[in-house]
């Protein structure tokens, strides 16, 4: 079921529209999150869980279909699993969701509410067979839409009641949660559900651990012939897998124990465009300037970068906002009138200035003042982690007003930076120099900002990753 939510960001940011979309387990699925609420996992090629309803860990195997229609505000997902095991057993189960979207465009953040629409599931084991009677289930999850990455956090209670040959009884209590975030360079959700099943047999507790991870990473490919006009390259290398975990409890049945899952796909190679700067060999930063011209982040026509050159608020915040793949705001069709720029410094006709326009709207960047933005004006070091903290939506996870900062130049940080810079430094994306000092208000050259934007990447492609996934699996 929560396969609803790996693609309800990008539905949620241009609006509710009529669809239908099926996805077969032989296809990667659109996003990063488990099937459905019995911690299985899939491929590309097939789905697999474990059933504890004969007392007995019973994996089953096969293939699960999706389809999701969407409509007014309300998303219906339907699964239909078609599952095996080695002794030729079988379990079937169809299962209808109904997701109710309630959009607070003033907050940027999205509620849901999800229940069971239909269902029946029919299990098999050693001539018993398990027919679910009754199902309930509700679930509601918060979705915060943040500039360069949304973050979601939802609550699930449920109730399934088996008829065991049409006869006695099986009541399986389940409760638990899901946490995940999504955005261009990866995404995970992991689902920690605790279940309690209640038979005339006596009482059983599992506990299933599932996480789906999708990430695109950048690598670099070496041109090994000599007569080439060009030395090497960066591939994007798309992955995505999951891992699962049943730990159980059945004292009626096969005691204690502890099963792991793994899935991967197929991983997806993109080459990238090559960069032939010939002002930076030897240069400290040559390969993150690389890095960012193959991704598209600098634009740049001549054979020179400049990168010890002061980089200005311009360019910094198109390439943020170029480097995390935000959405850039569209065009209103059958405009009559101009576009008017939001500064008199700007122009509506440059290629790059709906990036501008979208980063203003979205809170990421201030003018200098309410008629300039300071196109041209050197970027401070205060100015770029501001820009960074706010396109993460981390700007508010600084402590309560009156802190201080660890650094030594703490009473030069601007008090509208301050925030921004506590929180960078606490999640690694700056440090100080040799003296512990920040230098709110030095000038961030060309080489330095690229560097800074790296590690914006390196954030969005792996620290994310970690804490949504390994911190809530194995801490």
């Avoid at 296809?27 to 474990?50: L, M, Q, R, V, W």
Wanted: hydrophobic residues 35%.
């Amino acid at each position: 079921m929560c396969n609803i939510f790996a693609s309800l960001f990008k539905k949620i940011s241009i609006g509710i529209s009529l669809s239908i979309i099926t996805i077969f387990i032989m296809s990667p699925p659109a996003g990063a999150a488990p099937p459905d609420f019995n911690g299985g996992i899939n491929n590309e090629y097939t789905y697999e869980e474990y059933i504890f309803l004969s007392g007995e860990p019973v994996k089953f195997s096969g293939q699960v279909t999706v389809t999701e229609r969407e409509r007014n505000n309300q998303i219906t997902t339907n699964y239909r699993f078609n599952l095996t095991n080695a002794a030729q057993e079988k379990l079937t189960r169809n299962v209808s969701y109904i997701t109710n979207l309630a959009e607070r465009t003033d907050k940027g953040q999205t509620t849901t509410t999800t229940s069971v629409n239909s269902y029946n599931e029919k299990t098999t084991i050693e001539g018993t067979t398990y027919t679910l009677d009754d199902y309930q289930l509700s679930q509601g999850m918060i979705i915060d839409n943040r500039p360069a990455s949304d973050y979601y956090s939802g609550n699930i209670v449920g109730r399934k009641i088996y008829k065991v040959n049409n006869q006695s009884d099986i009541t399986v209590h389940f409760s638990g949660r899901n946490v995940g975030y999504e955005n261009f360079w990866g995404g995970t959700e992991t689902q920690i559900i605790d279940y309690q099943i209640l038979s005339d047999r006596g009482e059983a507790f599992i506990t299933s651990k599932v996480s789906d991870s999708k990430s695109k990473t950048l690598k670099y490919e070496p041109h090994d012939p000599s007569l080439s006009s060009f030395t090497g390259g960066h591939a994007r290398i798309s992955q995505q897998d999951m891992i699962g975990e049943y730990t159980y409890n059945i004292p009626y049945g096969n005691g204690t124990g502890i099963i792991h899952l793994n899935q991967e796909m197929v991983p997806i190679i993109e080459r990238l465009i090559v960069p032939k700067f010939r002002d930076l060999t030897g240069h400290w930063a040559r390969d993150n300037i690389e890095r960012l011209y193959s991704l598209g982040v600098f634009d740049e026509t001549t054979q020179f970068f400049s990168p010890n050159t002061v980089m200005n608020r311009y360019q910094f915040t198109v390439g943020v906002m170029k480097a995390a793949d935000i959405r850039v705001l569209v065009e209103p069709r059958n405009q009559r009138a101009p576009r008017q720029a939001m500064f008199s410094d700007l122009d509506p006709r440059d290629p790059d200035y709906l990036y501008i326009e979208s980063a203003v709207k979205k809170g990421v960047v201030n003018g200098i003042n309410s008629s300039q933005f300071g196109r041209k004006n050197g970027l401070t070091r205060a100015q770029a982690v501001t820009i960074l903290i706010r396109a993460l939506g981390l700007e508010d996870r600084a402590p309560s007003p009156g802190y201080r900062t660890n650094y030594v130049d703490n009473a030069q940080i601007p008090y509208w930076a301050k925030d921004s810079v506590y929180v960078a430094t606490e999640i690694g994306l700056i440090y100080g120099d040799n003296q512990n000092r920040f230098n709110p208000n030095q000038p961030v050259t060309r080489a330095e900002a690229s560097a800074m934007i790296i590690r914006y990447l390196n954030f969005l492609e792996n620290d994310l990753k970690q804490n949504y996934r390994d911190d809530m699996l194995f801490f």
